[in-house]
């Protein structure tokens, strides 16, 4: 090859180049002019999108001036026991007038978030069962003739307890045909919110494994939040509340002044067994040396002492196929077949078959062997 040839051929290469550079230019300008109307595209979008608070009261939910919410992370750290909680309650002495009227309650299915003015505080870990975190649903049942709740409960595989709760029965005899009933698809119980109350704490009262995840899920709740007088369903236990209300045959009255310091199918720790079990009936503290009394008209049937149990205890029977029982007694003044009037002293509160420190009655109702929430009564 000679020189005139190779001179050729470098013009040509030196060529090529600068046409590269001016393409290399044109394509940067490009990209800098997509990336600078995509910028344009977001400050535009961002400019004209609605703040986040009027998203919020659009959607319908409770807005924080009408409802304040405080959730998990804005209610602190203090953990409250699972027996005295954040629900005690005081009751007073019995009086005539304590009489069970007929209520009706319009249930809002407990999947839906509503607010009913005070607002209580939200949130705790999850414990999976059989009936797993989807929401409950409920189907409707009119009771057929020969039909009761035993038969019902049976054919739905749910616990008898568990009808109760939902359809709010304090009468399992006023189940007649022609009542529709609502069925849950699992076992449990409805429980009615209360100013204060947290999902963690409402877990850990019932049953220390439910975790406030799963009764979020349960409940088809969309966050922690929940609102006084919502009405929430509690897996696997049995308690209170719902759309008809079954007037008991037999008025019942608040057997002691003091307390609740236990509520109907709470966990607590057995004196008779020392294990975790769900309480039959409610505990009510109060003073040393004060009157336990006769909660309806009716005959003592059984008394006797468990060292490690109810201690001194009195059972009585009542018209409506009602039984109460009255444990950890001080003192007993009355002896079987002993016919009392509601009011009637049957003894004094005491911590006997328990270590409890504080004076302590345990009174249950049951109606042919179902047992009742005395909560339902007075």
């Not at 057997?255 to 966990?267: H, I, L």
């Not at 309480?279 to 490690?308: C, H, N, Y």
Request: charged content about 15%; glycine content about 8%.
């Amino acid at each position: 090859m000679n020189r005139d040839d190779y001179d050729d051929s470098n013009h040509y290469h030196n060529g090529r180049s600068h046409s590269g550079r001016r393409v290399n230019g044109v394509t940067i300008g490009i990209i800098l002019t997509c990336i600078f109307a995509c910028v344009l595209a977001v400050f535009f979008w961002i400019r004209n999108s609605p703040p986040v608070a009027d998203a919020y009261q659009s959607s319908g939910l409770p807005s924080a001036s009408t409802a304040p919410v405080i959730s998990e992370e804005t209610a602190g750290t203090s953990v409250l026991s699972p027996v005295s909680a954040v629900l005690n309650q005081t009751i007073s002495a019995p009086t005539a007038s304590n009489q069970v009227s007929e209520t009706t309650t319009t249930q809002t299915p407990p999947n839906q978030n509503t607010s009913g003015g005070t607002t209580a505080r939200a949130l705790d870990a999850a414990r999976p069962t059989s009936s797993g975190t989807t929401p409950v649903q409920y189907s409707s049942h009119v009771v057929a003739e020969g039909e009761d709740l035993n038969s019902i409960a049976t054919q739905y595989g749910l616990r008898v307890q568990t009808l109760r709760s939902v359809n709010q029965i304090t009468n399992i005899l006023a189940v007649r045909p022609g009542i529709t009933l609502r069925i849950p698809d699992r076992d449990g119980q409805l429980y009615t919110v209360q100013s204060g109350d947290m999902l963690s704490t409402i877990a850990r009262r019932y049953n220390p494994e439910l975790g406030w995840e799963r009764l979020q899920a349960v409940n088809g709740l969309k966050d922690d939040k929940i609102y006084q007088n919502q009405q929430l369903f509690i897996p696997d236990i049995s308690t209170t509340v719902s759309p008809i209300t079954m007037i008991a045959a037999t008025s019942f009255t608040s057997p002691a002044t003091g307390t609740v310091s236990g509520f109907f199918g709470q966990m607590f720790t057995n004196p008779a067994t020392d294990r975790q079990e769900p309480l039959d009936g409610i505990l009510i503290t109060g003073k040393a040396g004060s009157p336990v009394v006769a909660s309806a008209d009716g005959v003592v049937v059984d008394m006797g002492f468990e060292r490690k149990g109810l201690g001194k205890f009195v059972i009585m029977t009542h018209a409506g196929e009602y039984k109460t029982t009255y444990g950890h007694l001080e003192d007993v003044e009355v002896q079987i077949e002993t016919t009392l009037a509601k009011g009637e002293s049957i003894g004094s509160m005491g911590t006997t078959g328990t270590d409890y420190k504080n004076p302590t009655l345990y009174f249950a109702i049951e109606q042919n062997d179902i047992a009742l929430n005395p909560a339902d009564f007075f």
